[in-house]
């Protein structure tokens, strides 16, 4: 099993930075692919960015050139640096870690609001 605890999230004035975080207990970290998708209020989840257990990376067109991904497996925490961010950006972000054995498992979610 799985726990995830995203923390970063906050209040941003448009075009700033925010880097949101998520530790990770549980399983085996580094066979794992890691994700962070977002919510906005009365839209459907959607992926933001992914990193495989090799270190591929996957991001929605909406956000190439402004957020990165990456991970730690020492540290068990996965990294999403946000840049220029805009209104738009604005969501519950979560965590998502998908074993390697299939399962799929959540954080409660962290909240950015980006102001213009």
């Known amino acids: 099993q799985v726990q995830l605890v995203e923390s970063g999230g906050g209040l941003v004035q448009a075009g700033g930075s925010l880097r949101l975080s998520c530790a990770a207990s549980?399983?085996?970290?580094?066979?794992?692919?890691l994700g962070w998708y977002r919510q906005a209020p009365g839209k459907q989840r959607d992926l933001v960015a992914s990193i495989s257990s090799g270190g591929r990376t996957n991001y929605a067109d909406s956000v190439k050139g402004r957020f990165s991904i990456s991970r730690d497996n020492a540290k068990k925490t996965v990294y999403l640096q946000m840049n220029s961010l805009k209104p738009e950006d604005t969501a519950v972000y979560y965590c998502?870690?998908?074993?390697?054995?299939?399962?799929?498992?959540w954080g409660k979610g962290t909240l950015v609001t980006v102001s213009s």
């Open positions: 549980g399983s085996i970290f580094s066979r794992n692919g």
């Open positions: 998502n870690c998908h074993t390697y054995i299939g399962m799929d498992y």
